[in-house]
């Protein structure tokens, strides 16, 4: 094979990798969060409203992505978290002590309107709601945040999937970047998650030995 289309082919390749990389991550992103449910059979902790906003952010992007014919490495990620997301509502209607059935019913509305959002929803729509995105991730966070402050506990969350949220968030701005992608729309999403899941990193580290743990403990004891 000649050398010069070797070369080109691994230019092409090379700024790939990272990409589809993120997107295998995305695969198993929030697998820990869900096996800490299931194991628990709990969700506290666990913000319902947070999670449905960000399914909704989630959908924006993707719908955005997909009418503008966006390459899936540069979004593919989305799509998988939003799927896993899904399946974490479904735990939280199953392990809930109330509102189950209005719990059912939002997620229900949030996959009959893929549809339309997708199909139907104008180009001018679909960036203006794409651009909302950053505000929904910050308000899809804030629950969650205000909730482990209150608590001084950070519940049935899952550390592992917080890390790897944003190490995903920080590879996926750089590949961005790195392929000259300028768009707002586009960055501000990942660059506003990576700030908000080192923010809960961070809370983490702050209340590992909070309430939740010291009352599992004394439970030991007795």
Request: one cysteine or more.
């Amino acid at each position: 094979m000649n050398v010069d289309k070797v070369m080109e082919l691994t230019i092409r390749i090379l700024p790939l990798i990272p990409s589809y990389a993120i997107i295998a991550g995305a695969i198993f992103l929030k697998v820990p969060q869900i096996i800490k449910i299931l194991t628990s059979q709990s969700v506290a902790g666990l913000s319902f409203s947070a999670l449905v906003i960000e399914i909704i952010a989630y959908m924006f992007t993707l719908a955005y992505s997909m009418r503008i014919e966006a390459p899936f490495s540069t979004y593919g990620e989305g799509f998988f978290a939003a799927i896993q997301d899904l399946i974490i509502g479904l735990l939280m209607v199953l392990f809930a002590s109330e509102g189950r059935l209005l719990r059912s019913m939002t997620l229900s509305i949030l996959c009959l309107a893929c549809y339309p959002l997708g199909v139907m929803a104008s180009t001018p729509l679909l960036t203006l709601l794409q651009s909302s995105t950053v505000v929904l991730f910050i308000v899809s966070r804030a629950p969650q945040i205000y909730s482990a402050f209150k608590l001084k506990s950070t519940g049935q969350l899952a550390l592992t999937s917080i890390v790897l949220a944003a190490v995903g968030n920080a590879v996926r701005v750089a590949t961005l970047i790195a392929a000259g992608v300028t768009d707002v729309p586009s960055i501000a999403p990942h660059a506003a998650g990576l700030i908000l899941n080192l923010i809960i990193i961070v809370q983490f580290a702050m209340y590992r030995n909070g309430p939740a743990k010291e009352a599992k403990e004394a439970k030991k004891d007795e």
